[in-house]
C-alpha cells in the first residue's frame, strides 16, 4: 500500500510583520520545518518532504524573506539575524499549531538561521527553540573560496535576469557540472519569476547581496558569532555533509565537533554543498533514520 498524506498551503508572520509562505506535507505528526539555502525556495525541499511525510511526520517548507512568494522586506533587512528573527516566529508558531517543538533541518542560510536561533544566551525561563537541529553542508567557518565562488554565481545574472528559462538552464548546467541535466526546464521555473520587462530573474530579493543590510557580510563577525552559538547548542544535532562540499571540509567538521561533542556527524558521498540537489535519496535516507531514532528513544523515555 502506498502511504499517502495531505498537502497544502499555509504562511507565516516574520520579525518585521513580512509574510513567509509555506508548504505543509503531512496531517498530525511530528513537525518538521525544512529551511532552504541562500537564493533556494521552498521546493528544494519537496522530495525530502514528501519522504518524511509518508513517514507519518508533517514537514514544513518555508520560503524564507525575500525568497520564493514570501514578501520581500520593505527596510532590505537581510541579515543572517533577521532570518533567525523569523525563525523563531515560525518556530513558535508550529509548536502553538502541534503542541510539539520542531525539527528543524537548515541548509546553509537556513542552517546558520537555526544556529543563532537555538544558540542565542538562555534565560532561566527560557527553553530549547527546537526538539533537534540538522545542519546541511554548514559550520560556523567555512571555506572562503567556496563561498565566494556562490556568490559570484548569485550575483552574475542578478540584475539583467535571461531572455529565457533555457538560458538559464543554461547556465545552471554550466554551475553544477556533475548533475545531469534534467530532460525539462518545468522544475527551474520555480526559481525564477518574469519580471514585467518579460525577462526571467531570480526568485530572490536582490538586495538579499547587494541591499542596506545584506546577507554578505564580515565573516570573521559572523563565524565569531555562530561559534558562540554552537556551544551553546545541547539539544540532539546531526551534521550532514557533501563529501565534495566545496564549503565544508574535514577541518571544519572536526572543529564543529569539538564544539558540539553530542553532535553526529553524516557524510554523504558524490555530493557537494547542495547536498539534498545532488543526493536526495541519500540524503533523506540519513535525516529519517536520524529523526526516526530520536523519535524511538522518546518513546522509549515515556
Given at each position: 500500500?502506498?502511504?499517502?498524506?495531505?498537502?497544502?498551503?499555509?504562511?507565516?508572520?516574520?520579525?518585521?510583520?513580512?509574510?513567509?509562505?509555506?508548504?505543509?506535507?503531512?496531517?498530525?505528526?511530528?513537525?518538521?520545518?525544512?529551511?532552504?539555502?541562500?537564493?533556494?525556495?521552498?521546493?528544494?525541499?519537496?522530495?525530502?518532504?514528501?519522504?518524511?511525510?509518508?513517514?507519518?511526520?508533517?514537514?514544513?517548507?518555508?520560503?524564507?524573506?525575500?525568497?520564493?512568494?514570501?514578501?520581500?522586506?520593505?527596510?532590505?533587512?537581510?541579515?543572517?539575524?533577521?532570518?533567525?528573527?523569523?525563525?523563531?516566529?515560525?518556530?513558535?508558531?508550529?509548536?502553538?499549531?502541534?503542541?510539539?517543538?520542531p525539527?528543524?533541518?537548515g541548509?546553509?542560510?537556513?542552517?546558520?538561521?537555526?544556529?543563532?536561533?537555538?544558540?542565542?544566551?538562555?534565560r532561566?525561563?527560557?527553553?530549547?527553540?527546537?526538539?533537534?537541529?540538522?545542519?546541511?553542508?554548514?559550520?560556523?567557518?567555512?571555506?572562503?573560496?567556496?563561498?565566494?565562488?556562490?556568490?559570484?554565481?548569485?550575483?552574475?545574472?542578478?540584475?539583467?535576469?535571461?531572455?529565457?528559462?533555457?538560458?538559464?538552464?543554461?547556465?545552471?548546467?554550466q554551475?553544477?557540472?556533475?548533475?545531469?541535466?534534467?530532460?525539462?526546464?518545468?522544475?527551474?521555473?520555480?526559481?525564477?519569476?518574469?519580471s514585467?520587462?518579460?525577462?526571467?530573474?531570480w526568485?530572490w530579493?536582490?538586495?538579499?547581496?547587494?541591499?542596506?543590510?545584506?546577507?554578505?557580510?564580515?565573516?570573521?563577525?559572523?563565524?565569531?558569532?555562530?561559534?558562540?552559538?554552537?556551544?551553546?547548542?545541547?539539544?540532539?544535532?546531526?551534521?550532514?555533509?557533501?563529501?565534495?562540499?566545496?564549503?565544508?571540509?574535514?577541518?571544519?567538521?572536526?572543529?564543529?565537533?569539538?564544539?558540539?561533542p553530542?553532535?553526529?556527524?553524516?557524510?554523504?558521498?558524490?555530493?557537494?554543498?547542495?547536498v539534498?540537489?545532488?543526493?536526495?535519496?541519500?540524503?533523506?535516507?540519513?535525516?529519517?533514520?536520524?529523526?526516526?531514532?530520536?523519535?524511538?528513544?522518546?518513546?522509549?523515555?515515556?
Open positions: 500500500m502506498i502511504p499517502t498524506f495531505t498537502r497544502d498551503h499555509t504562511s507565516f508572520m516574520g520579525a518585521a510583520d513580512n509574510r513567509l509562505d509555506a508548504e505543509v506535507f503531512g496531517d498530525n505528526g511530528p513537525p518538521v520545518l525544512l529551511l532552504h539555502g541562500g537564493g533556494q525556495t521552498r521546493h528544494a525541499w519537496r522530495s525530502t518532504a514528501e519522504k518524511l511525510a509518508s513517514k507519518g511526520y508533517t514537514a514544513y517548507t518555508l520560503d524564507q524573506r525575500g525568497h520564493g512568494n514570501s514578501e520581500w522586506v520593505a527596510n532590505g533587512a537581510y541579515e543572517f539575524r533577521d532570518f533567525s528573527a523569523d525563525l523563531k516566529l515560525v518556530a513558535t508558531e508550529i509548536t502553538c499549531r502541534s503542541g510539539v517543538k525539527i528543524v533541518v541548509a546553509s542560510l537556513g542552517g546558520i538561521a537555526a544556529l543563532l536561533a537555538e544558540g542565542e544566551p538562555k532561566a525561563s527560557d527553553t530549547h527553540m527546537f526538539s533537534a537541529l540538522v545542519l546541511v553542508d554548514i559550520t560556523p567557518r567555512v571555506d572562503m573560496t567556496g563561498v565566494n565562488k556562490i556568490l559570484g554565481f548569485m550575483r552574475a545574472h542578478a540584475k539583467e535576469g535571461f531572455a529565457t528559462i533555457a538560458d538559464a538552464a543554461h547556465i545552471v548546467a554551475y553544477l557540472p556533475h548533475r545531469p541535466r534534467p530532460k525539462s526546464n518545468e522544475g527551474l521555473k520555480k526559481n525564477l519569476r518574469r514585467p520587462d518579460g525577462r526571467w530573474r526568485h530579493d536582490p538586495r538579499f547581496l547587494d541591499g542596506p543590510r545584506t546577507a554578505d557580510v564580515d565573516r570573521r563577525q559572523l563565524e565569531t558569532a555562530l561559534q558562540e552559538a554552537t556551544r551553546r547548542i545541547e539539544i540532539p544535532v546531526l551534521l550532514v555533509r557533501g563529501a565534495y562540499s566545496e564549503l565544508v571540509k574535514e577541518s571544519h567538521v572536526q572543529e564543529f565537533l569539538e564544539l558540539v553530542h553532535a553526529e556527524y553524516v557524510n554523504v558521498g558524490d555530493a557537494r554543498h547542495m539534498a540537489g545532488d543526493r536526495n535519496n541519500q540524503f533523506s535516507a540519513v535525516v529519517l533514520s536520524f529523526i526516526e531514532r530520536l523519535s524511538a528513544a522518546k518513546r522509549c523515555s515515556t
